[in-house]
Each structure stands twice: as structure tokens, then as C-alpha cells.
């Protein structure tokens, strides 16, 4: 029973600073290919980073400059610094996290519960 728990989420206003974190817990024999999506009410999910074992990062061009993804491989836990907020970046974010569970031959995706994030104007 794998799960992913997303907090850090809030009510910030234009130019603030939220950090997001999400936390792997269970039956984890490995974690890879960790990222962030966000969905605002009306749209489609988007990916808005992604960050590799080896530190590799990407990022949709919206947030380059202001968010930076990261991860603590011994807690198991990934991390979204998001600076220079602004009213666009309002939605619920999801970790995504590809997680090993022990005695399987494969590794599955799994979705966190979602946190809201909400900037004012």
C-alpha cells in the first residue's frame, strides 16, 4: 500500500513563496522518475516538472526561472520551491512518482491526493 502525501499547499498572494512537498510511504523498495503536474478547475492535468535519480531536471516554459524541482532520496520525499508566484500557477498539484514495491518485477505509477495552491491577485 504505496503512498504519496502532497502538503505545503495555500492561499498565497502575487510574488509569494510556497514550497510543496510529497512523501513516499509503504512498501518501497525504489523510487524514480518523480514530477510535479497541476490541474487548474476547467483544464487538462499539465506537467510542470520532472526530475530524474540523477538530478536531472525539466520544466514547462510558465515556470522556468521561478519553481525548482528537488528531491531527498533518503526520505523518499520530493520537493517544488515555487517563487514569484502569480495568479496562473492557481491549481491543485499532484506528485507523480514511479515506485518499485519489494517482490515485484516492475515498477508502477502512483498519484498523490493533490494539493490546492492558490494565488491572489
Known amino acids: 500500500q504505496v503512498q504519496l502525501v502532497e502538503s505545503g499547499g495555500g492561499l498565497v498572494q502575487t510574488g509569494g513563496s510556497l514550497r510543496l512537498s510529497c512523501a513516499a510511504s509503504?512498501?518501497?523498495?525504489?523510487?524514480?522518475?518523480m514530477a510535479w503536474y497541476r490541474q487548474a478547475p476547467g483544464k487538462e492535468r499539465e506537467l510542470v516538472a520532472t526530475i530524474t535519480n540523477h538530478g536531472i531536471t525539466t520544466y514547462t516554459d510558465s515556470v522556468k526561472g521561478r519553481f525548482t524541482i528537488s528531491r531527498d532520496h533518503a526520505k523518499n520525499t520530493l520537493y517544488l520551491q515555487m517563487n514569484s508566484l502569480q495568479p496562473e500557477d492557481t491549481a491543485v498539484y499532484f506528485c507523480?512518482?514511479?515506485?518499485?514495491?519489494?517482490?515485484?518485477?516492475?515498477?508502477?505509477?502512483?498519484w498523490g491526493q493533490g494539493t490546492q495552491v492558490t494565488v491572489s491577485s
Open positions: 507523480y512518482a514511479m515506485i518499485w514495491p519489494p517482490n515485484r518485477p516492475s515498477s508502477s505509477p502512483y
Open positions: 509503504g512498501g518501497i523498495l525504489g523510487v524514480d522518475a
